[in-house]
């Protein structure tokens, strides 16, 4: 069945001709599969928003607006509804499609010397070898700059030590999945990396979870994995790590590292506890300039998202037209038949003009590329889920690293050794990081021998050991001070969102395994960490 799709013509107001400073339109054509929600209004609210908030970038020109709807559009018709938009001198259709729309649109832009720029959900569309001239100079991607968390992964699974890993991932990131391979596989034997594409029979939804438990059962058999990289949407993603639990791939043994930045932070929030998995995301819904995300439905914020790509879009585009019109003949298939009608055109090759040229963008910083299109490269922060450390808003996650994407450089917040949750079954035989501060007479400094203490907490500390020993599960410890020397306060900011400082902060970074100190329990202190009873 077709699906319900929008057809919708905006029309941009911009000077990019005349040599007396008048003014031309430039109209955009966008087509829309309505598979992502997106209604008249977004698009409404999208011009305005541009209008009021981008005219750096498209100033002294404004946007105005031109909306013609059609329904159950197939790729055919959509072919045919696009040229009809041509005839009122649309220079450039931009589209939100599925993969045979997309195509098809892909072979009209390169026979029209049209520009097209499809957006994210059409990523599983960027052609293969076999079609690799449909990209440029009149079809240009639009998409997400992988590239930094695909370094993340690098620099996390060298630093772990993972020589064996396998990496997971479904059609959408077909034409990303060789740069993530090249990159880990750099530093490892190729044949210790194990690459798995999922079936898309895999998720049909008649088949129930029997078809994704037995893909990981034969993977079972294939070799003792434990390390997994996955690439993939927020369904796909979710359906594995859900179903990883069954099969005994969750715990502390298993590892699981979520390296596509445009997944749903909520639902993502809905694995299994039992599952040790860290993420790579936006720093926030509304990318670079947006607000934090709080409790959106997944649907809203592949809604949101799709909106902010197409904001976006419109602005490398209008940024490029203002290099210049050119007037040339096209030729477009219409009612069966190719006619050759003039049109006013923008043509790709003015997107070279960008090159190197970076443009702050809603779902973060644009940059044109000759081979890759526009990317679209977002501040980024990798989390750790971990529901021990709720705050007292029931977040689940703590922060483990920050990309500043105009930095281009990621920062670790805290060691190496202690970017998984740690899941201690049993004391025996292990060594403790112990963070404390010191305030008499809970914590003393030996004044006799450096760097050891005593006090009240540490007799206490002293003879739960003794007793644990006694029940066969010795353990050591290693005793620091908090370097700020207080017991941290619950802060925030846009960078790293909510997050404690001090005593707080060591053990909720997962720095610290736990702390012994004469800290006083608070309602916002409880909700973050375990405290033992009062004394």
């Known amino acids: 069945p077709a699906r319900t799709t929008s057809l919708l013509l905006l029309s941009l107001l911009l000077g990019v001709g005349g040599l007396h400073g008048e003014e031309q339109r430039m109209r955009v054509a966008i087509v829309i599969e309505n598979f992502v929600h997106i209604h008249h209004n977004n698009i409404l609210e999208a011009i305005n928003e541009i209008n009021s908030h981008d005219r750096s970038i498209i100033s002294p020109h404004h946007i ?4 013609d709807i059609s329904y159950g559009i197939d790729p055919y018709k959509a072919l045919m509804r696009t040229c009809s938009l041509l005839r009122h001198n649309a220079s450039v259709v931009l589209s939100l499609t599925s993969c045979q729309t997309s195509m098809a649109l892909q072979f009209m832009a390169q026979s029209t010397n049209i ?29 997400t700059d992988l590239e930094p968390s ?8 060298d630093a772990l030590g993972w020589n064996h890993l396998v990496i997971l991932y479904d059609a959408i990131f077909t034409s990303n999945i060789r740069q993530l391979t090249d990159m880990v596989s750099d530093a490892r034997a190729p044949s210790k990396v194990m690459v798995k594409k999922f079936r898309n029979s895999m998720f049909d939804k008649s088949a129930g979870q029997e078809r994704i438990a037995q893909f990981l059962r034969d993977l079972q058999k294939e070799g003792d994995f434990s390390n997994f990289v996955v690439l993939a949407g927020t369904e796909h993603t979710m359906k594995i790590l859900e179903e990883s639990k069954t099969i005994n791939f969750s715990g502390e043994k298993y590892k699981w590292i979520v390296a596509n930045p445009d997944i749903d932070r909520r639902s993502l929030g809905m694995v299994s506890n039992d599952t040790n998995v860290i993420a790579i995301l936006r720093d926030t819904t509304d990318g670079m300039r947006g607000t934090s995300e709080g409790t959106v439905s997944p649907d809203t914020y592949h809604t949101r998202m799709s909106i902010h790509f197409i904001k976006d879009a419109i602005l490398m585009a209008a940024k490029a037209a203002k290099h210049g019109v050119f007037k040339e003949q096209v030729e477009c298939f219409e009612n069966g038949h190719k006619e050759r009608r003039r049109y006013s055109n923008v043509v790709t090759p003015v997107f070279e003009k960008l090159r190197n040229q970076t443009v702050a963008g809603h779902t973060g910083l644009l940059l044109y590329t000759e081979d890759k299109g526009v990317l679209s490269r977002p501040n980024l922060t990798a989390v ?5 450390n709720a705050t007292s808003k029931g977040s689940a996650w703590v922060t483990i690293a920050n990309y500043s994407a105009i930095k281009q450089q990621w920062k670790l917040l805290t060691d ?21 501060v010191v305030e008499e007479p809970f914590i003393i400094k030996n004044r006799n021998s450096i760097g050891k203490y005593e006090g009240y907490c540490i007799d206490i500390l002293e003879a739960v050991r003794a007793h644990v020993t006694e029940k066969g599960s010795p353990f050591d410890y290693e005793l620091y001070e908090v370097p700020a020397s207080n017991y941290g306060t619950l802060e925030y900011d846009e960078v790293r969102g909510e997050y404690w400082t001090g005593l707080m902060g060591e053990i909720t970074s997962g720095t610290a395994d736990m702390a012994v100190a004469g800290m006083i329990r608070n309602y916002d202190r409880e909700a973050a960490v375990d405290f033992t009873a009062s004394y």
């Open 64 to 67: 105005t607006h031109n909306i």
């Open 150 to 157: 695909f370094k993340f992964v690098r620099q996390v699974t």
């Open 115 to 143: 520009t097209h720029i499809y957006l994210p959900t059409t990523t599983s569309c960027v052609p293969d070898e076999q079609h690799k001239s449909l990209v440029g100079p009149h079809n240009v991607p639009f998409h």
């Open 384 to 388: 750790r889920f971990d529901p021990m």
């Open 416 to 436: 190496i050794d202690h970017l998984f949750r740690q899941q201690f079954n049993s004391l025996k035989g292990l060594t403790l990081r112990i963070a404390t």
